[in-house]
């Protein structure tokens, strides 16, 4: 059970584009839903993606839906999330998990396995 590795983070432009990636053990990958939360200072954690073990079933936060993308490669066992037409409001430690089981939900308590997540900080 090792714990998934984000990458990709870094500063940002508003307006600009930036893409993290999400390694994990074939062990921890396996057929596990996976999603990216995010945490901004003084706020709470935040759901904003998931995608499950087909990359078919997807869900995305209201504030990101039309901006951000995720998806997976299993063969690679990295999970990857798109973020287009970033604002300053996106600025935030993002953070890539595991789904405790195989159904897809947006509830911090239903994953297991965090990663120790990757600085966005968004410039205007």
């Known amino acids: 059970q090792v714990q998934p590795v984000e990458s990709g983070g870094g500063l940002v432009q508003a307006g600009g584009s930036l893409r993290l990636s999400c390694e994990a053990s074939g062990a921890t990958f396996s057929d596990y839903p996976m999603g990216w939360f995010r945490q901004a200072p003084g706020r709470e954690r935040e759901f904003v993606a998931g995608?499950?073990?087909?990359?078919?079933?997807?869900a995305y936060a209201t504030s990101v839906k039309g901006r951000f993308t995720i998806s997976r490669d299993n063969a690679k066992t990295t999970v990857y999330l798109q973020m287009d037409t970033l604002t300053r409001e996106d600025t935030a430690v993002y953070y890539c998990?595991?789904?405790?089981?195989?159904?897809?939900?947006?509830?911090?308590?239903?994953?297991?396995?965090w990663g120790p997540g990757t600085q966005v900080t968004v410039s205007s």
């Open positions: 998990a595991r789904h405790r089981y195989a159904i897809l939900t947006q509830r911090p308590d239903n994953y297991d396995l």
């Open positions: 995608i499950n073990w087909s990359g078919l079933n997807t």
